[in-house]
DNA sequence: GCTAGTGGTTCCAGTCACTGGAAGGTCAAG
DNA sequence: CTTGACCTTCCAGTGACTGGAACCACTAGC
């Protein structure tokens, strides 16, 4: 399997399963013609890579949870307070975001939405009304 | 006010608030000795960037979040339209971080999290079931 | 065998938004 | 006058790619 045929097996970009080589995540054979040969067992570390990152793991974090993965020793409790980690992680993004966004709600509530520049919120939060 | 009352206040690095002086986000004024010397206004744009930063808004989107309330001469029908416009994204982006939380937190929720290796959390990114 | 086209290779540079560290200037306290 | 905190600039590195140049390999059609 050529990298093409795993970028659209995978779903990632050719230039990205490079990348992921040359920092040892995912390691090829080489063909005779320098090729890289991917076998079965790459394409599914590199769709569970693909996987993993989409969820919002890091690079690290992959890389550990493909350690947790190929350890049949590991404990799941590993995984799940990995998991509950960054479920925090998205609770405080989720929080902070719906501040910002009843700061621009406020914001926009209060615009008269016409042609003057005059909108007093603004002016208050340039003051440090916020 | 120096540099690093603005980090205290702002809880922004003092490296990074340099950076923003680089890309001219935010230019205080200087003192006789060198020193950098922040007004109100500064710190207010600081802590306002910190907080849409935080959100995942890149440098660009913060330069135009701070010009709905820096720019005298803008009509505020701009203002209303730009803010509706951020509050949408600000869904879109609030809606994405549900979905993920509520992936892991199926995930972990059928984890035993104890010391036996089977681990849904693990299955699932190795089966693709996204 | 020649040529075109596709797909592979390496390497180097750039991106974004910082972050770290060296080398040195400034200032208030003891 | 020294100590130590704080400030300055500049240069380099990070994470996770991404773009591009220059070149090699394979296949199909003529």
């Known amino acids: 399997m050529n990298i093409g045929d795993v970028a659209r097996s995978t779903g990632l970009p050719a230039k990205t399963i490079r990348y992921y080589e040359d920092i040892d995540l995912v390691t090829p054979a080489r063909a005779s013609n320098g090729y890289r040969e991917y076998v079965e067992q790459d394409v599914h570390r590199l769709s569970f890579i693909q996987r993993a990152r989409s969820l919002g793991f890091s690079i690290d974090e992959c890389r550990l949870l493909l ?33 910002l966004r009843s700061t621009l709600k406020t914001l926009a509530d209060h615009c008269h939405g016409n042609s003057r520049p005059d909108c007093p919120i603004l002016e208050e939060m340039a003051k440090g009304v916020s």
């Not at 190929?70 to 902070?96: F, G, P």
């Open 67 to 99: 350690s947790l993965y190929n350890d049949k020793q590991r404990a799941s409790s590993d995984v799940k307070s990995l998991a509950l980690a960054k479920i925090d992680e998205i609770d405080r993004k989720i929080e902070e975001l719906g501040s």
